[in-house]
């Protein structure tokens, strides 16, 4: 290392700032600041004060249905949508798309699955949306390209706000989760 040269920051596996990787330094700095002054729930609850009612599989389907079909009319359809407590942030997966294909007859039929974490049953309802607009627009395209957050935007114009936020949202839950084992550990 040069001197008065300075390593870019790079996530460890339980830092909460992880969910921040891909921002510039500034916006991290800012966050380490909220972070710092115990002021980042407070920002998240100010701006999302409300919490969606979206409690269960079939309520998760519909509305996920009722979005496909505003947008992305003929797109292959959902053959199901539901919450999994098996996705979690550690192995980076807020949402899940999967499409499996099984013979029937002489023919390959494609179901196509759309998965969220369970965690955003209790996350404001713009996060929920956020996900289950990312996991439809892969419905169109594959790849995170241009493509595919031009299409996150049609269906949601704040989308990559709403992406940020979420992130923050997420760092602030382990946050939380931290700060509370380590206080059972203490008592």
Known sequence: ??????EPWRATAKDPMRFLGGYPADVLDQVRAMVA????????????????????????YDYTTELKQEFLRSAPPLHKVGYDARLDTAQHALGLHTAISRVQGGK?????????????????????????????????ESDHNK????????????????EFDTRLYLAWRELESTQSKGSDTTA
């Open 37 to 60: 002054a115990d002021k980042l729930g407070a920002h998240i609850a100010r701006r999302y004060p409300q919490r969606h009612t979206v409690q269960t599989d079939r309520a998760l």
């Open 1 to 6: 290392m040069t001197a008065g040269v300075t």
């Open 147 to 162: 493509a595919f957050y031009r299409l996150c935007e049609h269906m949601e114009p704040h989308y990559h706000q709403l």
């Open 108 to 140: 390959l039929k494609a179901k196509k699955e759309i998965r969220v974490a369970s965690l955003f049953k209790d996350a404001p309802p713009e996060f929920l949306r956020m996900i289950v607009v990312h996991e439809l627009a892969h419905l169109k």
